[in-house]
């Protein structure tokens, strides 16, 4: 197993990206595992009739590139995500790249926590933005 990073080891703007082309695949098995099967999603006949056009990745799915860039890369294993706020900003379709960036915006050494800025993009358009707080463990 890799390690993560540790408090002393983090810095603020340190900052780390993770890149995810969504697939068909991708959205079909998030619907599965989540039993969300709203057909915006999985229905092109149904996408179509809406603002749309075609079908979009579940919001929750972009999300989830979130907590794989701060599970894997920054800071990586061993942290424990506490908090996290989303915006959606637009839509994701299917075939799209989504580069996700984690910035270190805060840490508090007492609590063993850092703040981080995270923000997914497609085609350089910002698509979630929000803020995580996470835990960092005393040795990784």
């Known amino acids: 197993m890799t ?8 810095s603020i703007d340190q900052s ?4 995810k082309t969504v697939t ?3 959205v079909h098995a998030f619907a ?10 999985l229905d092109a006949d149904y996408a179509a009739t809406t603002t749309f056009g075609q079908p979009i990745a579940h919001g929750m799915l972009t999300a989830g590139f979130i907590s794989a860039a701060i599970g894997t890369k920054l800071p ?4 424990i995500y506490l908090e996290q706020t989303l915006k959606f900003r637009a839509p994701v379709y299917i075939g799209q790249e989504v580069v996700t960036t984690i910035t270190v915006t805060d840490l508090n050494e007492r609590r063993r926590r850092a703040t981080l800025k995270t923000v997914c993009e497609c085609d350089g358009k910002v698509v979630v933005t929000g803020e995580a707080t996470i835990m960092l463990p005393a040795t990784v």
């Open 76 to 79: 990586g294993p061993g942290c």
């Open 24 to 26: 068909k695949a991708d």
């Open 3 to 10: 390690s993560g990073y540790t408090l002393e080891q983090l």
């Open 32 to 41: 599965e595992v989540t039993g969300d099967t709203n057909p915006v999603h």
């Open 16 to 19: 780390v990206e993770y890149r």
